[in-house]
C-alpha cells in the first residue's frame, strides 16, 4: 500500500517558466531562443545545464547563481509560481491521512522558500543541497527512504522526470508518478520507459488521490486462491 507521498520540486510543484526566462534575461538571450535550445538539449537527452554553455561556453551555474544575487537578482519563485492543483491535491492528500514529503533538486535558498511556502502542508522538505546527493544519484533517494517513517514499497514518488525521477525511485523500489507538464515530461511521454516505469501516469496532481485510492483498494483485496 501507498502510505506516503514525496514530491519533486521543479515542474512539479512549481511552474520555473518565469525563473528560466529571468536565466535567459541574465544571458542576455531572446526568451523563445532559450526555451528552444533547453528543449533541443532536454530531447538530445543531455543535461539541461549544458543549454548555458550553448550561450556562454565555460557557464558554471554555481558561479552565476552567486553572481544574480550578489547583483539583486537571485533566484526566486512563490506562490504564484505554484501550478494552480497543487494545494488542492496536498489538502486532499492529507485528508486521507497520507505522510507527504517535497524533495528535489535545490539550493538551500530555494529549500528556504519551499519551507515557506508549504510549512503546513507537509511532514517534512528535504533538498539536494541539504542531503549532499542529486538525483539521479541513488543517494539521493536513499536520504527519502531513511527521513520517511515508512517502507520504500510504501513511498510514491511525484515527478515530471524519467531520468531523474521515476527511473532512479523505481531503482530504490518505491513506486512513482509521472506527471505531464514542463519541457521534461512533454518530451519524454511517449518513450518506453515512461509507458512502463511509472505506476501511475497522470496530466494533473488533481488526479492522484483517487488513483492512490484505488491503488490502495487493490492493496487490500485478498488474492485469490485455487485447490
Known amino acids: 500500500m501507498i502510505r506516503a507521498v514525496v ?10 517558466t518565469r525563473e528560466y526566462g529571468t536565466w535567459a534575461d541574465w544571458l542576455g538571450v531572446p526568451r523563445h531562443t532559450f526555451a528552444a535550445m533547453f528543449g533541443a538539449v532536454i530531447a538530445q537527452g543531455r543535461d539541461y545545464r549544458e543549454t548555458f554553455g ?25 506562490e504564484d509560481d505554484l501550478y ?7 489538502a486532499e492528500l492529507r485528508s486521507t491521512g497520507l505522510w507527504l514529503g517535497i524533495a528535489g533538486n535545490q539550493t538551500t535558498r530555494a529549500g528556504t522558500i519551499l519551507r ?18 542529486s538525483k539521479p544519484d541513488p543517494l ?5 527512504a531513511e527521513v520517511v517513517p515508512y517502507e520504500p514499497g510504501e513511498i510514491l514518488y511525484v515527478g515530471d522526470r524519467v531520468d531523474n525521477d521515476i ?11 509521472l506527471v505531464r507538464r514542463g519541457p521534461w515530461a512533454t518530451i519524454q511521454w511517449a518513450s518506453e520507459e515512461a509507458l512502463r516505469l511509472p505506476a501511475f501516469r497522470v496530466k494533473s496532481l488533481s488526479e492522484l488521490p483517487d488513483a492512490i485510492a ?6 487490500r483485496r485478498p488474492s485469490r486462491t485455487t485447490g
Open 7 to 16: 514530491f519533486d520540486v521543479g515542474e512539479c510543484l512549481v511552474d520555473e
Open 54 to 78: 550553448e550561450f556562454q561556453p565555460g557557464f558554471d551555474l554555481y558561479e552565476q547563481r552567486e553572481a544574480r544575487a550578489a547583483a539583486g537578482r537571485q533566484e526566486h519563485f512563490g
Open 84 to 90: 494552480p492543483d497543487v494545494r488542492p491535491a496536498l
Open 116 to 133: 515557506e511556502l508549504f510549512a503546513d502542508d507537509v511532514d517534512l522538505i528535504g533538498t539536494s543541497d541539504d542531503w549532499g546527493a
Open 140 to 144: 539521493f533517494f536513499d536520504r527519502v
Open 167 to 177: 527511473r532512479p525511485a523505481v531503482a530504490a523500489g518505491m513506486p512513482t508518478a
Open 214 to 219: 484505488d491503488f490502495n483498494a487493490r492493496a
